[in-house]
C-alpha cells in the first residue's frame, strides 16, 4: 500500500508529492493528460519551433515562493531568465510607468507627487520581504507567523478595498498601474483585501523580480517531476480518475483538481456547492515576425506588459466580466513577452507572445478583434508581426484543464472571503469529510498562481495525518 496518492500533476499536486517523498512517505500522481504541467506547460501551439506557454507564463510568486526556494531545482534544469524590466505600463501618449527591481524607479515611473507615497507604502514590508513571504503564503494555521506584528502591519494596509489604497496617489500613472496588479487576480477592484493582491505583486518584483523559465513553464513542472522521481516516487500519465476505486490503494488521496471534480471523484455529494467560479479569460498565443512595435520605449525591455488607459477603464472591464455578465469593451490585458528574456522560445529574429483579456464564466464568443484593437492603442502596427495566433475561450481553457472551470484560470473566485478562505471557510482548508481525502490545488490558500504553496501546504496536513496514525 502505498502512503500517498496525488490526483493532478500540475505544479501543486507535484510539489505535493515531492514534499511527502522528501519524508520518506511512498508517493505516486496519476495525470489524466499525455504530460504534466497543469497551469506551466509549454507547446507549440501556432507554428513549428515556436514554444508557448498555455497558461501561465512570467512567474513572480514562482521566484519568491518558500516552497520552490527550499527545493534544488535548478539542479533538475529550472533557470530563471529576467528581462530588463519586470512589468511595464504603457498609456496612450506614448510614456509608460513601471514596476522595476528597484523601488527608486519605480516610483520615479510615477511622477514626483507619488513617489515619495509609494516608498513609504512599499519599503517598510520589502526589508522584511522573505519572512512576510512565508507567513502570507502559509495561511492558514500551517505553520506559525515568523513576524506576526508584520504582518499584522500588512492585513491592516492590504485587507481594505484597493481602491482605498489607491486613495495614497494622486495622480493617473500610479493608480493605473496599481489597478493593474490587482487585476491579474480577476478580483474588482473594489473587493475585499485587493489591496494586499496588489502589494504582494509589486513587493515581489522588487525582491526577486517577474522572471520566465528558460524554455518554458514546463521547465518547472519537468524539474519537480525529475526530483521527485530521484526521491522514489512515480508519475503515471494518461490516467484518468473517475472515482477513488479508480486508484491503488493508499494512506492517504491529496488532489490537485477542482473542488467540483474532487466531490465527484470522492463522493462527497454537495460538500463544494457553495464554492464559487470566477469570471473567465479568453486568451491568444502569437507568433510574432519581430518584436511588438510598442509606442513608449519601456514595454519593448519588459517582461509582462500591462494593458488599460488608465484605472476607470481597468475598473470597468473587471466589473464587466465579473459581475454584469459581458465581455468588455475594451478589455484589460495581461501580456508576456517570453522572447525578450529568453531568445530560444522562437526561431531567430521572431518572438512569441501572448494576451489575454477577462470575460464572463463559460463566455463563448471572440475577443480576438478587442483584444487587438488594444494592442493597436499602445503598439500601432502590431497585427502586421502577425504570423500566427492560437485562440483559447474558457470552452477551450477548461478543455485543456479541467481545474479552469469555465475559463476561470484562478481555479475559484478571488473575491470577497473566498479570496483568503478557500474552498471553504476553514482553519483546515486541505481537508475534506473523508478522513484520507486532501485538496491541494489552487482553490485552496494562498491561492492561484505557479508557486506551488498550497501543495506545500496540503502535504504538511497530509503527513501529519499520517503519523498520528
Known amino acids: 500500500m502505498l502512503d500517498a496518492v496525488v490526483v493532478g500533476a500540475g505544479p501543486n499536486g507535484l510539489t505535493a508529492a515531492v514534499e511527502l517523498a522528501r519524508r520518506g512517505f511512498s508517493v505516486a500522481i496519476f495525470e489524466a493528460r499525455g504530460t504534466i504541467g497543469g497551469g506551466a506547460r509549454t507547446e507549440e501551439l501556432t507554428l513549428p519551433g515556436f514554444r508557448h506557454d498555455p497558461c501561465s507564463a512570467a512567474h513572480p510568486l514562482g521566484i519568491n515562493s518558500p516552497a520552490f526556494r527550499a527545493l534544488p531545482l535548478e539542479r533538475y ?9 519586470p512589468m511595464a505600463h504603457p498609456f496612450t501618449d506614448g510614456s509608460a510607468a513601471v514596476l522595476s527591481r528597484t523601488v527608486a524607479e519605480t516610483a520615479a ?9 509609494y516608498r513609504r507604502l512599499v519599503e517598510p514590508f520589502l526589508s522584511r520581504w522573505d519572512t512576510l513571504a512565508r507567513d502570507f503564503m502559509s ?18 494596509v492590504g485587507l481594505p478595498p484597493s481602491t482605498w489604497l489607491m486613495r495614497r496617489f494622486r495622480d493617473e500613472r500610479a493608480k493605473t498601474l496599481f489597478a493593474g496588479l490587482v487585476a491579474h487576480v480577476m478580483a474588482p477592484l473594489d473587493g475585499f483585501a485587493t489591496g494586499a493582491i496588489g502589494l504582494v505583486f509589486a513587493l515581489a518584483a522588487h525582491a526577486r523580480g517577474w522572471p520566465v523559465a528558460r524554455g518554458g513553464s514546463q521547465s518547472v513542472s519537468d524539474a519537480l517531476a525529475a526530483y521527485l522521481k530521484d526521491l522514489g516516487g512515480t508519475v503515471h500519465t494518461d490516467y484518468e480518475v473517475k472515482r477513488l476505486d479508480d486508484l491503488p490503494p493508499a494512506r492517504a488521496y491529496v488532489f490537485d483538481t477542482s473542488p467540483t471534480a474532487l466531490a465527484r471523484i470522492a463522493g462527497l455529494g454537495r460538500y463544494y456547492d457553495g464554492y464559487r467560479y ?7 498565443d502569437y507568433a510574432l515576425d519581430g518584436p511588438v512595435p510598442w509606442t513608449a520605449k519601456e514595454p519593448r525591455v519588459a517582461g509582462t506588459v500591462q494593458i488599460g488607459a ?11 466580466a465579473s459581475r454584469e455578465g459581458r465581455a468588455p469593451d475594451a478589455p484589460f490585458l495581461i501580456t508576456v513577452q517570453p522572447s525578450v528574456a529568453d531568445p530560444t522560445r522562437a526561431p531567430a529574429g521572431k518572438q512569441v507572445f501572448w494576451a489575454y483579456g477577462h470575460v464572463p464564466n463559460g463566455w463563448q464568443g471572440d475577443l ?16 502586421d508581426r502577425v504570423l500566427a495566433r492560437a485562440t483559447a475561450g474558457p ?31 476553514s482553519l483546515f482548508p486541505y481537508h475534506t469529510p473523508h478522513p484520507a481525502v486532501f485538496i491541494c490545488s489552487s482553490a485552496t490558500p494562498p491561492g492561484p498562481g505557479v508557486h506551488g504553496m498550497s501543495g506545500h501546504n496540503a502535504a504538511k496536513a497530509v503527513w501529519r ?5
Do not use: M
Open 368 to 383: 480576438t478583434d478587442a483584444i487587438e484593437r488594444q494592442l493597436e492603442r499602445f503598439a500601432p502596427g502590431f497585427r
Open 395 to 425: 470552452p477551450e481553457l477548461a478543455a485543456r484543464n479541467p481545474n479552469y472551470v469555465g475559463g476561470d484560470i484562478a481555479s475559484g473566485a478571488a473575491s470577497g472571503l473566498q479570496l483568503l478562505l478557500r474552498p471553504k471557510p
Open 109 to 117: 515611473s510615477f511622477g514626483p507627487r507619488d513617489a515619495g507615497a
Open 465 to 469: 495525518r499520517l503519523r498520528q496514525r
Open 278 to 284: 470566477g469570471p473567465g479569460v479568453f486568451k491568444i
Open 139 to 156: 495561511l492558514p494555521l500551517t505553520a506559525l507567523p515568523r513576524d506576526p506584528v508584520t504582518l499584522a502591519r500588512f492585513g491592516l
Open 77 to 85: 534544469g529550472l533557470e530563471w531568465l529576467h528581462a530588463e524590466l
Open 310 to 320: 488608465n484605472s476607470a477603464e481597468i475598473g470597468t472591464a473587471l466589473r464587466a
